[in-house]
């Protein structure tokens, strides 16, 4: 006669046995899980173009998302290719540089001094350390070399994170073709989760996800492209890492025209730079800080309810855990996750 004891030691082993399955299959999964969200990502946001493409050439399901995929490896990859081989270069000069203190800074233009509000004392302190760069970088000396580790890191790992966008569009493109089985997929799975509320929930996780890639990851990843490009152009100094930095800015939503001005500016005091170059570069900047403000009303019409402090939670922190791949993933994973907590928190003021 089985009693309740043996019963519940019996359903323990069960449970422990299924989640000892679980954790082995995430375990053997969990280098994947970061290229198929991406991907998954990328297919919500190329859906619409995906569509278009079918219906206006006739081709089929499977060569109409091939269309897509190359055309998003071509568009994406080379510009992406150029910018990190910036930033590995410029990170292994300037690290070479600190470990033989060998570092040196030119001095300040005598433009420099007229600027407005700032010039003398940053003519000071500019020329303070080209002639002394020991004295001036001594005194943040260990926030310099944590800044710089991370970024050799980052830039290390660039050339694995390219291999991780192309594997991330092919499985895109895969997505794009069963589109609508994974979709009930998912509407299965909130119908198991959320009662009879699968439908609503699945539109409402696809329309945010298609507003933070269009409205925020497409628009930071242009901007920051067509800025490195500039930087890149115009010779200037760790043009890559300044094109990563307004990456970055532009995903947690602080203008990048912050860094594009000073940069500006400095091109007109340059000796070596001409002024149409300089006045080129300047008109070339302002347009890719303003983008912003022309795309997001179009491409960001639902608009995302999330608020700032949840995108740089997700974008930085995603950055942390996954690399360059996870400063995407984390903004639209936190954004999402708040998004269905407050659509489960308030149900009514989900439409």
Known sequence: ?????????????????????????????????????????????????????????????????????????????????????????????????????????????????????????????????????????????????????????????????????????IIAGVFLVSGNGVKETFIAIFDRVAGDRGKELTELSLSTVKSVVTGILGIALIQSLLAGLGFIAMDIPAAGVLAFICLIMAIVQIDILLVLIPLSIWAFSSPETGTGAAIAFLVWNIGVGLLNNVLKPILLAKGVNAPMSVIFVGAIGGMMLSGIIGLFIGAVVMVLGFTLFMAWLKPSTVS
């Open 1 to 169: 006669m089985t009693t309740k004891t043996s019963t519940s030691i019996e359903a323990a082993i069960q449970i422990a046995l299924i989640a000892l399955l679980g954790l082995w299959c995430f375990e053997i999964a969990k280098p994947f899980i970061s290229p198929i969200v991406w991907a998954g990502i990328i297919a919500i946001g190329t859906y619409p173009i995906y569509l278009w493409v079918k219906n206006k050439t006739g081709l089929s399901a499977g060569w109409s998302a091939t269309l897509v995929s190359l055309a998003l490896i071509f568009i994406l990859i080379i510009p992406t290719v150029l910018i990190s081989s910036a930033l590995i270069d410029n990170t292994q000069d300037l690290s070479n540089h600190l470990e033989k203190n060998e570092l040196s800074i030119p001095p300040p233009s005598e433009g420099v001094a007229q600027w407005p509000l700032i010039g003398k004392q940053l003519s000071k302190i500019w020329m303070q350390a080209s002639q002394d760069p020991k004295a001036i970088l001594g005194q943040y000396a260990s926030e310099i070399k944590t800044f710089v580790k991370w970024i050799l890191t980052t830039a290390a790992s660039a050339s694995l994170n390219i291999l991780i966008f192309v594997f991330s569009i």
